[in-house]
Nanobody
Framework: QVRVVESGGGLVQAGGSLRLSCAPS????????MGWYRQASGKQRELVAV???????NYADSVKGRFTISRDNAKNTVYLQMNSLKPEDTAVYYC?????????WGQGTQVTVSS
C-alpha cells in the first residue's frame, strides 16, 4: 500500500521560513495533482496550495506572495516553501496526492509560528 510521507514541519518565529516536502512511499505511482492543506485547532481543513502535473498552481489568498508550491516530477515530490510566516499560519499541514485512481493523504506535519 502506498503511503504519503511528509517532512519539514517545526517551530519557527514570525517572519521565518520553513520548507515542507512530500512524496509517495512507493515507486511507479503517477501523481497528477499535488497539494497542501492545513487545519488549525478548532477550524476546518483548508486548501493552502495546489499544483497540477502541468505546473499550474493555485493558492489560498492568505498565503499568496509568501508561499510557493513546486514539484519535482523525476522525484515524484512536492514542496511548499513558506516565507514570512505568521502566527496565524500555525496548523497541521497535510499533503494530498491525487493519481488517476485514488487520492491519498499524509499523516500531517505540525507547523508552529511563534510571535
Amino acid at each position: 500500500q502506498v503511503r504519503v510521507v511528509e517532512s519539514g514541519g517545526g517551530l519557527v518565529q514570525a517572519g521565518g521560513s520553513l520548507r515542507l516536502s512530500c512524496a509517495p512511499s512507493g515507486s511507479g505511482v503517477s501523481i497528477r495533482t499535488m497539494g497542501w492543506y492545513r487545519q488549525a485547532s478548532g477550524k476546518q481543513r483548508e486548501l493552502v496550495a495546489v499544483i497540477t502535473s502541468g505546473g499550474s498552481t493555485n493558492y489560498a489568498d492568505s498565503v499568496k506572495g509568501r508561499f510557493t508550491i513546486s514539484r519535482d516530477n523525476a522525484k515524484n515530490t512536492v514542496y511548499l516553501q513558506m516565507n514570512s510566516l505568521k502566527p496565524e499560519d500555525t496548523a497541521v499541514y497535510y499533503c494530498n496526492l491525487a493519481s488517476l485512481f485514488q487520492t491519498m493523504w499524509g499523516q500531517g506535519t505540525q507547523v508552529t509560528v511563534s510571535s
